[in-house]
C-alpha cells in the first residue's frame, strides 16, 4: 500500500477514536470501544504491517491532546492496544491476502487484545497511580466487556472487510 494510503487511513481512524474517546460524555465512551477495536482491526487488515499501531498512535495523541490530564497514560495505553492488535493477528496468522478472512481468527485476536488492554489500564488506574478504587466486581466486568467488545468488534471488521472492504484495498 502507497504511503499516502497508509497515512490517511491512519489519521482517518485515529481521528474516529479521537472523537469518540473525548467527545462523547463520560459513561458512554467506555462502551464505544468496540468502535476503537473495529477501526484497528480494519487498519491491521488494509495497513497490513503494524496498521493498527499506526492508528493507536494518532488516535493516542490526539485524545492525549484533547484530556490532557492524563495524557500519557492515554497515549501509552492507545499506542499498546494497536501493538496488542498487531501481534494478536500475527500469532493467530490472519492474513488479508487470502480471498476471506478468517473472522474466527479475527474474533480470537481482538477479544484477547481487548480483554487485556481492558486489564491493564483497570489495573494501572487501581494499583499503580489508585485513582480507582479497588472493586472486584468492576474488574470482572471490565474484564467481561472486553471480552464481548473485542468478539463483536472482530466479528464486525471481518464481516466488513469480507463483504465491502477487501475489494477497495488492492
Given at each position: 500500500?502507497?504511503?499516502?494510503?497508509?497515512?490517511?487511513?491512519?489519521?482517518?481512524?485515529?481521528?474516529?477514536?479521537?472523537?469518540?474517546?473525548?467527545?462523547v460524555p463520560s459513561p458512554i465512551d467506555k462502551l464505544l470501544i468496540v468502535v476503537q477495536a473495529v477501526l484497528l482491526a480494519l487498519a491491521a487488515l488494509f495497513i497490513k504491517k503494524a496498521g493498527a499501531t499506526y492508528v493507536g498512535v494518532v488516535g493516542g495523541v490526539l485524545?492525549?491532546?484533547?484530556?490532557?490530564?492524563?495524557?500519557?497514560?492515554?497515549?501509552?495505553?492507545?499506542?499498546?492496544?494497536?501493538?496488542?492488535?498487531?501481534?494478536?493477528?500475527?500469532?493467530?496468522?490472519?492474513?488479508?491476502?487470502?480471498?476471506?478472512?478468517?473472522?474466527?481468527?479475527?474474533?480470537?485476536?481482538?477479544?484477547?487484545?481487548?480483554?487485556?488492554?481492558?486489564?491493564?489500564?483497570?489495573?494501572?488506574?487501581?494499583?499503580?497511580?489508585?485513582?480507582?478504587?479497588?472493586?472486584?466486581?468492576?474488574?470482572?466486568?471490565?474484564?467481561?466487556?472486553?471480552?464481548?467488545?473485542?468478539?463483536?468488534?472482530?466479528?464486525?471488521?471481518?464481516?466488513?472487510?469480507?463483504?465491502?472492504?477487501?475489494?477497495?484495498?488492492?
Open positions: 500500500m502507497q504511503k499516502a494510503k497508509r497515512l490517511f487511513i491512519a489519521a482517518l481512524f485515529g481521528s474516529i477514536i479521537f472523537v469518540t474517546k473525548v467527545f485524545t492525549a491532546l484533547g484530556r490532557p490530564a492524563l495524557g500519557p497514560f492515554t497515549f501509552f495505553f492507545a499506542f499498546l492496544y494497536g501493538v496488542f492488535v498487531d501481534v494478536f493477528f500475527l500469532l493467530f496468522k490472519v492474513n488479508p491476502t487470502t480471498d476471506v478472512v478468517n473472522r474466527n481468527r479475527i474474533m480470537i485476536a481482538m477479544t484477547f487484545s481487548t480483554a487485556i488492554i481492558g486489564f491493564l489500564s483497570y489495573y494501572t488506574t487501581t494499583i499503580l497511580i489508585e485513582i480507582l478504587p479497588i472493586d472486584p466486581m468492576l474488574a470482572a466486568l471490565i474484564l467481561f466487556m472486553g471480552t464481548v467488545s473485542g468478539a463483536v468488534a472482530g466479528y464486525a471488521a471481518s464481516y466488513l472487510w469480507n463483504k465491502y472492504l477487501k475489494s477497495i484495498s488492492t
